[in-house]
């Protein structure tokens, strides 16, 4: 597929601090691609570099083919962008920064713009000071898409908003994947990607820790279950990337990634373990493997079983 956003080897610090080390990332065309990661993981840094309100230290990030660095006049007039906290003019009406902003637009924006704002259902003659949070970040998606761009840049979008305005928001994500555009949005709200993604990519102290599709993802991954007969019987690694590992009392848990029958039938016949269970864990039980369980390198690095110590 091809390649939307393009991030190269790019590494990022400020004062006493790596906030990039490194980052590698493509985001395919046509999809609702989600950056996770915990606050201070590198998120907002990285989409500030895509926008080319920061320049990087090392490495190379594109957009449509497009260098965020040099040519970051021209992204910004071809994607969309909503923060978390969108910088509006308080003094104006919902229909009047509609006709406002329509000037740096091609024809058609203005229509395109109404019609967002009648689907989101939010007065046109209110003044933006006069509006909820829910429907301020609604005028901002509106202002953002009303020019139908092939790229949509979300940073935590529906922080604060409450529930249902939640879902609305990201449902139209959805809706415009299945029009041949991409979304990339920023969240720390798990459950809510969950329904919306079709890629995820997770961030961990400044670098990728995992990008794969989340149909993927949850398919290639288990989360296994030990019940032990002594807490201090020794376990044989499963092959396949051992994402985390943690133990209590007699029961122990491994998630890992490709993990094949021979791995999970040599768990069972371990002499000590009374019963293995096996299910599919869900994002956030993933998310958390990746971003605070201990750094797991590949199973032919790994000794050859790990006791409760490990």
């Not at 024809?107 to 949070?133: D, W």
């Not at 029009?179 to 990728?208: F, K």
């Not at 599919?280 to 998310?287: D, H």
Request: with cysteine; aromatic share 6%; net charge negative.
């Amino acid at each position: 597929m091809t390649a939307v956003v393009s991030v190269n080897g790019v590494f990022k610090g400020f004062r006493g601090c790596q906030a990039l080390r490194g980052i590698d990332l493509q985001v395919p065309s046509g999809v609702v691609f989600a950056l996770l990661g915990e606050n201070g993981a590198g998120k907002t840094t990285l989409i500030r570099i895509l926008t080319g309100f920061l320049h990087a230290d090392a490495g190379s990030a594109e957009i449509l083919g497009l260098n965020c660095e040099t040519q970051s006049l021209t992204i910004r007039r071809q994607i969309g962008y909503v923060s978390d906290a969108p910088a509006l003019y308080d003094w104006m009406t919902v229909e009047r920064i509609g006709w406002f902003t329509s000037a740096f637009y091609p024809t058609g924006f203005q229509a395109n713009y109404e019609e967002l704002i009648r689907q989101f259902e939010v007065p046109v003659e209110r003044k933006i000071k006069q509006l909820s949070k829910g429907q301020r970040a609604k005028v901002a998606l509106a202002l953002a898409v009303a020019h139908e761009p092939e790229l949509l840049l979300l940073d935590e979008p529906t922080s604060g908003l409450d529930p249902l305005v939640r879902r609305q928001f990201l449902e139209s994500m959805v809706d415009r994947a299945a029009t041949g555009r991409t979304v990339l949005l920023s969240s720390h709200q798990i459950d809510e990607v969950e329904r919306v993604a079709d890629w995820v990519a997770i961030l961990r102290d400044g670098q990728v820790a995992l990008v794969e599709p989340l149909a993927k993802l949850k398919q290639s991954t288990q989360q296994v279950i030990l019940s032990l007969s002594d807490p201090l019987v020794e376990i044989p690694l499963p092959r396949g990337r051992v994402l985390h590992h943690t133990t209590r009392g007699r029961q122990r848990q491994i998630l890992v990634q490709d993990m094949d029958a021979d791995g999970l039938a040599a768990l069972r016949n371990t002499t000590g373990v009374q019963h293995v269970e096996t299910k599919t864990p869900s994002l956030e039980e993933i998310f958390i493997a990746c971003t605070r369980g201990e750094t797991v390198p590949a199973a032919d690095d790994l000794p050859q079983a790990f006791s409760p110590t490990a």
